[in-house]
């Protein structure tokens, strides 16, 4: 069951940015679209996810070392991955609307149904009547905000026909799909449209070199001008990388070498990766800028199918360790059609967000496809040598190999929506009064709450703040991250440390003086006990320490 109430985003949006989660990149500027900037509760959140997911991947393993690499990396590295020819995406422009939009993901209808545009209004409706009776010669008909007359006759084309006449009036052809927010089939080609940002590196007056080959070429067509221009342009280029992954390919046998690992073993990296995303949406779901945590695990040929279950299994139970509502996450195997030219099996671990079930991370069976084109670009021998097996085409001891890899790709900024969402709870409480009131607290796991314990003097006076101050920096001194917090009634420092997700709020209040006991309240239960100064540090060590 789901715990997220109907409007979600803006519940959740408002949320993030009062409580200081997450903010709009440059707001004060008008924002720049899909950016976002972690806050102070937020950049905390987020450093504990992936503080957990390296622990779990290499603090306690022996069998993976970590790699932290540049994000700009040679482009030869994404001439060799493909990125640089294949990350793109089909895009389509509907020549009604001018929405742009990815091919792929496009409805597509059946033969013999009928092609409704549906516009967001009255007024649009009859813009976007004129823009294609103008355009194509046509007169649909207009019912309140919807265009009528046009039907799928097969799969190449559709028509427009008049009230009961089964003779189309005029055919055009269907491109497969139709706009995904009007329902449009007016469409441009598909384009390719490459997805990494690129950048240009060293002291290259990149600008002046294109002013003077234009200069210089004035009579060759735009083709020729453009293949030109792209070649100086890719002199100098660089890109943002779009993936974590490739790097752990290319330092394949610095890492295996410097720290002796056997196969099976594994790299694992966390970090920026950038996309130039068509389809920017869901807040923090899909965006420009985003973080991973990948890591590649190189197996012996032949025991890939193996160790890709055993990814999968660790890699979900990974994810709903840290979950109120484990029942919200599932796998999904990508069918022959979905799967990457590189994989040879996926499965796809996937939360239901409030639009549907949706991608959370792939784990990914990806074959010797990179370390193999590597390999050949760079004319360096990316394989291993087990002395110990027999290889299996000679028959002779010692087995030198192009080693398989099992990919566990998650995305963190991805994870920490989810862990929002999973943490979200409306609660129907009663206040001081005894009327009924909305609670609303982020039931977040306590190992990646962003504030561990907030200790709150009752009154700002009769020594009570130097008592909790006293007892904060005590906190810090073990590394766990406390807050003191005097401003406001006691209730709304409550509230407050609700909404921020902080599993416990000491109290020290008079009777701390006399008894040199404090109050603490559990977040989710609301229930306060009193303890023992003495016993308090050791009580909260145990709750913050794994399950
Ligand atoms: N190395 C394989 C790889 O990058 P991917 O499925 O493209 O695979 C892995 O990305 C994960 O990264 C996804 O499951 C998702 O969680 C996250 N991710 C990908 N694109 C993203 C974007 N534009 N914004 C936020 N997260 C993204």
Not at 166 to 190: D, H, M, N, Q, R
Not at 225 to 254: C, H, W
Not at 514 to 537: A, F, H, Y
């Amino acid at each position: 069951m789901s715990n997220i109430p109907e409007n979600f985003k803006e519940k959740i949006i408002s949320l993030c940015k009062r409580r200081g989660f997450i903010f709009q990149s440059s707001e004060i500027y008008g924002g720049l679209k899909s950016a976002y900037d972690y806050g102070p509760l937020g950049v905390e959140l987020k450093r504990n996810l992936m503080n957990e997911w390296w622990k779990s991947m290499v603090h306690k393993r022996e069998d993976i070392t970590g790699l932290d690499a540049s994000i700009i990396m040679h482009p030869k590295v994404w001439e060799a991955s493909g990125h640089l020819a294949g990350f793109s995406d089909p895009l389509v422009d509907c020549l009604v609307s001018k929405e742009r939009f990815r091919a792929d993901k496009a409805p597509k209808l059946n033969v013999e149904d009928d092609i409704t545009i549906t516009c967001n209004d009255k007024g649009q409706a009859k813009n976007f009547q004129k823009i294609i009776e103008d355009r194509f010669d046509i007169l649909l008909k207009r019912e309140g905000k919807q265009l009528k007359g046009l039907k799928l006759i097969d799969d190449k084309n559709f028509g427009f026909f008049e009230i009961n006449n089964t003779k189309p009036i005029k055919t055009f052809e269907y491109k497969g799909y139709v706009s995904p927010t009007f329902g449009c089939p007016f469409l441009s080609e598909e384009r390719q449209f490459n997805l990494m940002f690129r950048s240009q590196i060293g002291p290259v007056d990149v600008l002046g070199e294109i002013t003077t080959y234009i200069k210089k070429n004035k009579n060759i067509s735009s083709d020729e001008l453009r293949i030109g221009i792209d070649k100086l342009v890719k002199k100098s280029a660089v890109y943002l990388r779009p993936e974590t992954a490739q790097a752990m390919f290319v330092q394949f046998l610095n890492c295996q070498q410097t720290m002796s690992m056997k196969i099976p073993f594994g790299i694992a990296q966390m970090g920026k990766s950038f996309r130039n995303e068509i389809t920017t949406e869901h807040f923090i779901f899909r965006s420009c800028e985003f973080e991973q945590m990948e890591m590649e695990f190189f197996v012996e040929p032949g025991t890939q199918e193996k160790w890709l279950d055993y990814w999968v299994e660790q890699r979900m139970s990974w994810w709903q360790k840290f979950a109120n509502h484990p029942e919200n996450f599932r796998y999904r195997a990508h069918d022959e059609s979905e799967l990457a030219h590189y994989a040879d099996a996926c499965y796809d671990i996937e939360y239901k967000y409030p639009w549907g079930y949706d991608e959370l991370e792939g784990v990914a069976s990806r074959t010797d496809y990179d370390l193999k084109k590597h390999a050949e670009q760079s004319g360096t021998k990316l394989s291993y040598y087990d002395q110990q097996k027999t290889d299996p085409e000679t028959g002779k001891n010692g087995w030198r190999y192009t080693p398989y890899v099992i990919e566990p790709a998650a995305g963190a900024t991805r994870g920490l929506l989810v862990y929002l969402m999973d943490a979200y709870t409306e609660e129907i409480v009663k206040d001081a009064k005894g009327n009924e009131t909305t609670r609303i607290v982020m039931k977040l796991h306590p190992r990646l709450a962003p504030i561990k314990v907030a200790v709150l003097p009752l009154v700002k006076k009769e020594g009570l703040p130097e008592i909790a101050r006293k007892l904060v920096n005590e906190l810090f001194e073990l590394g766990i991250n406390a807050r003191y917090d005097e401003q406001h009634s006691i209730g709304k420092r409550y509230r407050r440390h609700d909404e921020a997700g902080t599993p416990f709020c000491i109290t020290v209040d008079g009777q701390t003086k006399e008894d040199k006991s404090v109050t603490i309240r559990d977040r989710d239960t609301m229930k306060q006990e009193r303890i023992p100064l003495v016993n308090l540090k050791e009580i909260i060590q145990k709750r913050l320490s794994p399950a």
